[in-house]
């Protein structure tokens, strides 16, 4: 199936992440790299009728772990509000002497609301959609260039 890598506002949270979009259908699929929601809109057609299918697994922050190893480096998507015990599982993660304090992150998303629990912003957190296309640009093929 024809599909590209775009930018795109979450819907979710509004930033910019990057989707799997099926440009034929217009069906969109991404994983939000702030919020971490877990979203999908696909057109159906039933008895010649075309309606959108959304399905939203709500976001609730993601937690970055950057090791000196890069395959040690984990994402963690969180799909339920922040519990202590993971709290803690976290921070003992973060504190591991091969950790690159510098690039990793514990931010949480709670009602319309970024909260930094440890760690630094990732750049790319305050980039604008266009910022992200321009620093992006070899990466992906931009859109506006099939007008
Ligand atoms: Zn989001």
């Not at 910022?131 to 093929?141: A, I, R």
Request: hydrophobic share 30%; proline share 2%; with cysteine.
């Amino acid at each position: 199936m024809a599909s590209i890598y775009i930018f795109t506002e979450c819907p979710h949270c509004g930033k910019v992440t990057s989707a799997d979009w099926h440009y034929k259908l217009d069906h969109l699929y991404l994983y939000c790299r702030f919020c971490g929601v877990d979203y999908s809109r696909e057109y159906r057609y039933v008895n010649e009728k075309a309606y959108v299918e959304e399905t939203k697994q709500k976001g609730y922050g993601v937690c970055l772990i950057s090791k000196s190893d890069i395959s040690n480096t984990r994402l963690y998507f969180l799909d339920e509000p922040l519990t202590e015990g993971e709290l803690k599982v976290y921070i003992h993660r973060y504190n591991e002497s091969d950790t690159n304090k510098e690039k990793s992150y514990l931010i949480t998303y709670m009602d319309g609301e970024f909260n930094l629990l440890f760690g630094n912003y990732p750049d790319d957190f305050f980039l604008s959609l266009r910022e992200h296309w321009d620093k992006y640009e070899d990466m992906y093929v931009k859109t506006d260039e099939w007008d």
